[in-house]
């Protein structure tokens, strides 16, 4: 990989010793993608907690109004996600 020569300006606005790491449209590519892939899944893990704290709220909503077997329908929906 080659680095190149920067301007006195860019040298100033990016410090160090005037050499900067260029990366390829490919590496940036890869890396954009995983980046990507890892922000869905925490963004995936993250909605289905939040999913799942609603309806125990829900759950807890209708067993306090004396609705036992709406909370327990409530809460069993979708079993897989509890955890």
């Given at each position: 990989?080659?680095?190149?020569?920067?301007?006195?300006?860019?040298?100033q606005?990016?410090?160090?010793?005037?050499?900067?790491?260029?990366?390829?449209?490919?590496?940036?590519?890869?890396?954009?993608?995983?980046?990507?892939?890892?922000?869905?899944?925490?963004?995936?893990?993250?909605t289905?907690?939040?999913?799942?704290?609603?309806?125990?709220a829900?759950?807890?909503?209708?067993?306090?109004?004396?609705?036992?077997d709406?909370?327990?329908?409530?809460?069993?929906?979708i079993?897989s996600?509890?955890?």
């Amino acid at each position: 990989m080659s680095e190149k020569e920067l301007s006195p300006l860019a040298r100033q606005l990016l410090g160090g010793n005037g050499h900067v790491k260029f990366y390829t449209q490919q590496e940036f590519d890869e890396s954009l993608a995983l980046a990507k892939a890892e922000i869905m899944t925490v963004a995936i893990q993250t909605t289905k907690t939040a999913l799942m704290i609603e309806r125990e709220a829900c759950a807890e909503i209708a067993r306090e109004a004396g609705y036992e077997d709406l909370a327990k329908a409530i809460l069993n929906r979708i079993p897989s996600q509890r955890q």
